[in-house]
């Protein structure tokens, strides 16, 4: 999925960014690149994988009492 230079600004926009028509190019070109790496992940066939509620095991934080 590539971003166009609009889609590019309007984010910048809301992160309250001021960008230089040089920046807004480079960051189309890595967000883009971010967002098909994403997808890419998306298509991964993850059924023979079971789901976790979380990567490491936590001991308990809680007290006895």
Do not use: F
């Amino acid at each position: 999925m590539a971003l166009d230079i609009e889609q590019v600004r309007h984010v910048a926009n809301l992160a309250r960014l001021a960008l230089s028509d040089e920046e807004i190019a480079v960051y189309q070109e890595q967000l883009s690149e971010i967002l098909e790496y994403a997808s890419s992940l998306a298509e991964l066939d993850t059924e023979a994988i079971p789901p976790t509620a979380q990567v490491i095991a936590l001991p308990g934080v809680t007290r006895d009492d």
